[in-house]
Structures are given as structure tokens and as C-alpha cells.
């Protein structure tokens, strides 16, 4: 198995334009959940799904913010507009059961 | 609310040597699982160890291994014969549903060789 693969691994964008990460999760793996993690804030689960459902997305910070997850095998989160403030890395994960969550390689997000 | 508490921000050991690192967590459940995940500058979060609440036996995994005090909710990471290539943050993670794993702040580990 690949892993979850996320993509881009880097993203610069400019204040105000969309950006659009993208996660496939390790196959047979029905939970996915969406991270962001900076320095000041380390680790926060923005939102995530079961069985390609939306269950929880208390952490998403505002309405900038979006996840869709049309399929098992594939995500994304969307911010639109994006700002300085949104820029950290972003982590995709899944698991299934509790067998802990494996995660993706991330993707660095820069907003300028 | 379940919190998990990862009192050293960093941590040095030299190579070869045994080095602890400690975490603490809050929770009112007794079924639930912990993890140790290692970050190393590539940033991918790598799973090292796992623990179920319900066993006694304390998790090891080659030159990683937990000491698990249900009671005193704590969960340390002992890594024996420490490596360079052991050297990464460390986060200490609390799962009780498959819904929200929550994490420490990490510990930064240094190998000096």
C-alpha cells in the first residue's frame, strides 16, 4: 500500500486566491480527518469523516474553510480566500477501527 | 475533556544511550488507546508504538518500548540504544473513539553523537 498520499507537497499562493489540497487515504480505511499544524497551536483536527460523511467539523476555523469527500478514496480541503494566517502544513490521515491514524506527508501551505 | 500533557519540550540523550520521554493525559474513560508518533525534519508523522488500556503488558517495539500506569494515567516512551536517526519530535496521542485523537505538544529529542 502507498500510504495517504497528499498533494501538492508545497503551496505558495498569494493572499486572496483559492487553494485546494488534496488527500487519498490508504484503501479499506473508512475514517479520514483533515489536521493542520503550525508552531503556536501545534496539532488541530479541523474536521473528519466516516463512511464519507462529514461528522464533525467543529475545528474548521470559518467559513473559508471546506472539506468535500466525494468518494472513499478521495478529499480535499479548500480555503477560499486564503490569507497569511492559513499558512501551515496540512496533514491528511485515516484509519480504520482504532488502530491509530496513519498519516500523509503533508502539505506546507505559504500564503503571502 | 481529554487533554494529554507532555511536560519537557525538549530532551538531549547521547547515542547509544537510553533517553524517557514522559507524557501525562486526562481522561474519565477506561477503554481507550495511546500512541507515541515521531516527526522527524521531514514532517512525515510516523506511528512508533501503541497501547490498549485494557492490557497490562506495556507495548514494545524493538528498541522502543512504554511504561503504561493506567492508575497514574501516564504513558513514557523509553527508546533504547539511541540512534542519530531517532532524533524528531515525539508527540504522545490519547484515541478513545476512532473520532479525535488528541495530542501533546511533543517533545523535541536531540541525539548528540
Known amino acids: 500500500d502507498a500510504g495517504v498520499i497528499q498533494s501538492p507537497r508545497h503551496e505558495v499562493t498569494e493572499m486572496g486566491q483559492e487553494v485546494t489540497l488534496r488527500c487519498k487515504p490508504i484503501?479499506?480505511?473508512?475514517?479520514l480527518f483533515w489536521y493542520r499544524q503550525t508552531m503556536m497551536r501545534g496539532l488541530e483536527l479541523l474536521i473528519y469523516?466516516?463512511?464519507?460523511?462529514?461528522?464533525?467539523d467543529s475545528g474548521m476555523p470559518e467559513d473559508r474553510f471546506s472539506a468535500k469527500m466525494p468518494n472513499a478514496s478521495f478529499s480535499t480541503l479548500k480555503i477560499q480566500p486564503s490569507e497569511p494566517r492559513d499558512s501551515a502544513v496540512y496533514f491528511c490521515?485515516?484509519?480504520?477501527?482504532?488502530?491509530?491514524?496513519?498519516f500523509g506527508s503533508g502539505t506546507r501551505l505559504t500564503v503571502v | 475533556a481529554q487533554t494529554v500533557t507532555q511536560s519537557q519540550p525538549e530532551m538531549s540523550v547521547q547515542e547509544a544511550e537510553t533517553v524517557t520521554l514522559s507524557c501525562t493525559y486526562d481522561?474519565?474513560?477506561?477503554?481507550?488507546?495511546l500512541f507515541w508518533y515521531k516527526q522527524p525534519p521531514s514532517r512525515q508523522m510516523i506511528l512508533v508504538i501503541r497501547?490498549?488500556?485494557?492490557?497490562?503488558q506495556n507495548a514494545t517495539e524493538n528498541r522502543f518500548s512504554v511504561n503504561f500506569q493506567k492508575a497514574a494515567k501516564s504513558f513514557s516512551l523509553k527508546i533504547s540504544d539511541s540512534q542519530l536517526g531517532d532524533a524528531a519530535m515525539y508527540f504522545c496521542?490519547?484515541?478513545?473513539?476512532?473520532?479525535?485523537?488528541?495530542f501533546g505538544a511533543g517533545t523535541r529529542l536531540t541525539v548528540k553523537p
Open positions: 497501547q490498549e488500556a485494557y492490557k497490562q
Open positions: 469523516f466516516n463512511n464519507n460523511v462529514p461528522i464533525d
Open positions: 496521542a490519547y484515541l478513545y473513539n476512532n473520532n479525535d485523537m488528541r
Open positions: 490521515a485515516s484509519s480504520q477501527r482504532k488502530q491509530g491514524y496513519t
Open positions: 484503501s479499506g480505511h473508512n475514517s
Open positions: 481522561t474519565s474513560e477506561s477503554d481507550y488507546y
